[in-house]
């Protein structure tokens, strides 16, 4: 007959309490820095502005930090008592139940935790109280912050535990997998265009859910809607994360009713997932390693790649991934001698990462060929060149196709020309092209051209002359044909004079009320319903009719009307030198601004910013 | 009360124990020896509890021991190596233990104070090895238990406190009926305090019987034949050995079987002695190839 009431023994609970008394002790100091005392400082200034916002901002960056430390250093010292045939041969011994070990060990930690953080909010409400800016909802909301994160990290933590079979796996398991995947993430973003010609992969993932840390730090804001006013905007995730917490610590327990006593020292503690393990470390010393050792022998920098560049990481891959596997290997076997036993894995491993480098770089997959059908395309937001262009109208984008698969045809020579000119990054123009798929989906890609005759300049000729078609010029500058003429009230025309030397500033003329609705009705308007006004210069060539002007025309709107697809006050337009009717008007008003030489580098430029902007 | 049926461990492709079997009746104290990496500590983890058997039962008193808290709070255990708590002192533990073993004894804990004289009150991590088995043994007792299970119990003790701990343990025998099962490589020790003994070896139990049984089951034959005889070929002795013209041999069977045997032979001189537990636990894992009997003779 076996006891029913063996879930929980207190003997246990308390002792467990009083034998890892300084961890918690830690911790309380810990907090009591980061919370009360700064309180306490920050209360005695003059102007004690933004406290509850710090008090949100404390419970996100403070306790995604402390509790994700917390979590461990619990769970390990808590835990520990099976990583060693000693102790878990004493703890197995007693009358209690696995269960009642785990819960009893469980709640010992959480219980402290909890504890902790009821006496900091304790404090601080006391501090608050005694300044008189006490609003009780945001310590509360401290609270509850803190104890979710905490709920999470300790029940994720303590899952670590019995994956593993020692201390330092745990740590070491822990800390991998509250990073790996943006880990991962960031290196396929690097190594992607390598092996697959043009393949982008840009903005966050879905996956970034899996590194709760970088999760809670990116994700979640706290906000400041007025002065002194704060919330706090990522209640759902915290609870999704709480409530994994409690999943992660019910695997646990399903873990340790199936854990073998043996397997004590162990560096994974469930057989069945060794193998995984194995092969995940593989893979992860292929990427991490694998590409430093790239960066470091092949590559002065990454953005001078070889022209085998692929191969060239295959080889360091293969080379990262022998050390991943057999590091790994010799943990889980606990010895050295593991290359006769474990060899054939590495062997069929290097294989099989071959076999795929292969498959994608010669694409079996059709990936570096794939372009969307027409049919299934929303929209093609194409940057690179000036500020981000968006076309919506099927025979603009299909015509931007044929210039993308232009590009693609052109792969060898442009791989060549990188791989032999040292300065070639310097040279490149970065395109981007961005296909907003009719099933809410996105097919990125971005490809690095080469102004230089037999390398890319047929291509990037093509692709001027496509994205200047008429229809993509009224196309993509539709929001200024929509817009209503009676809604302007004043046209700034911002310039630098054609008579004037290099470093001449801008000047400005105003256009008003009747004057400046005629400029954009029957100038500006026409020319771009030619065509002729909001091209966009690729190549610089002196004397291109899409070359700019040094004049930047700023209308300025009421929002009456609305409808215009403008998202702001006012909009600007820079005159190309194929805008006839809108220089005549100028000129007619006595301005004649300069040909720009800069339009080909302010390409550059908002390409730089716009990714710059895209970067998490 | 100890009843262990076809059991089987294996960890990874090694077999620990094959199909082991053994009954260790209530009251006795049964000794499990064998050679190092027999199985004898996997054996006694399976009887406390640690740890899962692959198949087979391990049961104590017709319940299996594997999360059976009712059974393991009437078990106690003293390992080769003592587990405390690092900062822990014997009071601390004693404390700890009265909280989960519901039979723990703090009078008969003060009791044995008077015999285990060292500071209770010390951190156990201070403690010298010898002192710490006496801090195990102080509280095993003390838990009352109905089976006391010990590895290597006495190892590490001085041959004064040795003696003590078998005492204590001897009288709790006797006045409690506790059954206990010792594993330990000190054989002549052994042979003072055991009533039953098996001999393991490769995880399979080579034989279980009462020490009597065992010693009148083999005996060490010294004989002188007259001159010119020689010992016929098919004699049935496992072991022989000579010096001088006096041959020493060991012989299967009753002391009665082997004497008439003997003294067919018509030897000048022969006589039967008796076999230490040591000199049987050679002998029997010698008819296993058990390379050790050349080194230990």
């Known amino acids: 007959m076996k006891s029913a009431k063996s879930c929980f023994n207190k003997a246990l609970f308390f002792k467990n309490i009083k034998r890892l008394w300084p961890v918690w002790v830690l911790y309380n100091i810990a907090w009591l820095i980061g919370m009360p005392l700064v309180l306490l400082g920050q209360l005695s200034e003059p102007f004690p502005d933004f406290i509850h916002e710090y008090v949100l901002g404390n419970a996100l960056y403070m306790g995604v930090i402390m509790n994700a430390i917390y979590g461990f250093v619990s769970a390990l010292t808590l ?174 327990l399903l873990l340790y009713r199936r854990r073998q006593s043996e397997s004590a020292s162990e560096f994974i503690a469930v057989p069945a997932l060794r193998p995984f393990f194995l092969y995940f470390f593989a893979f992860i010393g292929s990427l991490v390693i694998g590409i430093i050792f790239y960066l470091a022998i092949f590559a002065s920098s990454a953005s001078n790649p070889p022209d085998n560049s692929a ?81 919506d109208d099927p025979e603009v984008i299909s015509k931007l196709m044929l210039a993308h698969k232009a590009i693609i045809d052109n792969k060898s020579a442009n791989e060549a020309y990188a791989s032999n000119n040292r300065t070639a990054y310097y040279d490149s123009l970065h395109v981007s092209l961005q296909y907003n798929l009719k099933n809410g989906k996105i097919v990125s890609r971005r490809y690095d051209l080469y102004d230089q005759p037999g390398v890319d300049r047929e291509v990037l000729k093509l692709l001027e002359e496509k994205l200047n078609t008429p229809a993509a010029v009224s196309d993509r500058m539709s929001p200024y044909l929509e817009l209503n003429s009676n809604l302007v009230t004043t046209i700034e025309i911002n310039y630098i004079d054609s008579k004037n030397g290099i470093e001449a500033p801008f000047q400005t003329e105003y256009l008003a009320g009747e004057k400046a609705r005629e400029f954009l009705r029957d100038y500006l308007k026409a020319d771009i319903l030619e065509g002729n006004l909001g091209r966009v210069p690729v190549l610089f060539e002196e004397g291109s009719e899409n070359a700019y002007y040094d004049c930047f025309i700023v209308i300025n709107y009421s929002r009456k009307g609305e409808g215009t697809g403008l998202s702001d006050s006012s909009a600007t337009i820079v005159p190309n030198l194929s805008s006839k009717k809108t220089m005549a008007y100028l000129k007619g008003l006595g301005i004649e601004p300069r040909v720009s030489d800069y339009q080909y580098k302010m390409g550059y430029y908002m390409d730089y910013m716009e990714y710059q902007y895209r970067m998490p | 009360m100890i009843e262990v049926k076809n059991l089987v461990k294996r960890f990874g492709g090694f077999t620990a124990l094959d199909n082991l079997s053994f009954n260790v009746e209530k009251g006795s104290v049964y000794g499990l020896v064998g050679p190092n990496g027999a199985g004898k500590s996997t054996v006694i983890r399976h009887l406390t509890g640690i740890y899962r058997q692959d198949s087979g039962e391990v049961l104590i008193d017709g319940q299996s ?55 209770e009150k010390r951190p156990m991590r201070q403690l010298s090895k010898g ?167």
């Open chain 1, 311 to 391: 191969w060239a990481l295959l080889i360091c891959m293969i080379a990262g991934g022998f050390i991943g596997y057999f590091i790994t290997a010799m943990l889980l076997n606990k010895s050295f001698r593991v290359f006769k036993k474990t060899g054939p894995g590495f062997i069929a491993y290097a294989l099989v990462l071959s076999a795929l480098v292969t498959a994608v770089e010669f694409d079996v997959f059709k990936v570096e060929r794939y372009i969307p059908r027409l049919d299934s395309v929303e929209s093609l937001r194409v940057s690179g060149f000036s500020e981000p262009m968006v076309f």
């Open chain 2, 131 to 297: 002192m710490q088995k006496q801090s195990a043994f102080r509280l095993a007792v003390s838990m009352r238990p109905d089976v006391l299970i010990l590895d290597e119990p006495v190892d590490g003790l001085d041959p004064v406190m040795r003696r003590q701990v078998w005492s204590i343990i001897m009288n709790d025998v006797s006045e409690r009926g506790t059954t206990v099962l010792v594993s330990s490589h000190n054989l002549r020790e052994l042979e003072d305090v055991c009533d039953h003994v098996g001999i393991l070896h490769n995880g399979r139990l080579l034989l279980q019987r009462s020490l009597s049984e065992l010693q009148d089951n083999i005996a060490k034959v010294q004989l002188v034949l007259p001159e010119g005889k020689t010992l016929p070929e098919d004699f049935g002795a496992i072991h022989q050995s000579s010096s001088g013209r006096v041959l020493t041999l060991i012989m299967r069977g009753s002391n009665e079987h082997i004497s008439q045997k003997v003294a067919a032979l018509n030897p000048i001189f022969f006589d039967l002695v008796p076999l230490t537990l040591e000199e049987i636990f050679i002998y029997e894992l010698g008819g296993v190839d058990y390379e050790v009997r050349e080194i230990l003779l």
């Open chain 1, 79 to 252: 835990f520990s008592y099976l990583y060693t045939s000693r102790s878990v041969g004493a703890f197995h011994t007693l009358p209690i139940r696995r269960e009642g070990l785990f819960l009893t060990c469980f709640l010992s930690g959480l219980c402290w935790l909890f504890a902790s953080n009821i006496f900091i909010f304790a404090l601080s409400a006391i501090i608050e109280l005694a300044y008189d800016v006490l609003v009780i909802k945001y310590l509360l909301e401290w609270l509850a912050m803190v104890c979710l994160e905490g709920l999470f990290f300790y029940g994720f933590a303590v899952f670590c535990a019995f994956l593993t079979g020692n201390g330092f796996a745990h740590l070491v398991i822990y800390g991998i997998l509250n990073f790996i995947v943006v880990i991962i993430e960031l290196i396929v973003r690097f190594c992607s265009s390598l092996f697959c010609y043009g393949l982008s992969v840009s903005g966050s993932t879905n996956l970034d859910v899996f590194s709760p840390i970088y999760m809670l730090f990116r994700n979640t804001r706290t906000l400041v809607t007025s002065l002194g006013d704060a919330s706090y905007n990522g209640w759902n995730t915290l609870f999704i994360y709480a409530a994994a917490g409690l999943v992660f610590a019910a695997l646990a």
């Open chain 2, 65 to 119: 021991v594997y999360e059976n808290p009712e059974i393991k709070q009437r078990i106690a255990y003293i390992p080769d190596e003592i587990f405390f708590f690092i900062q822990a002192s014997t009071r601390d533990m004693m404390n700890f233990y009265r909280g989960i073993y519901p039979r723990f004894d703090t009078k008969l804990y003060e009791k044995l104070g008077k015999i285990f004289e060292f500071d």
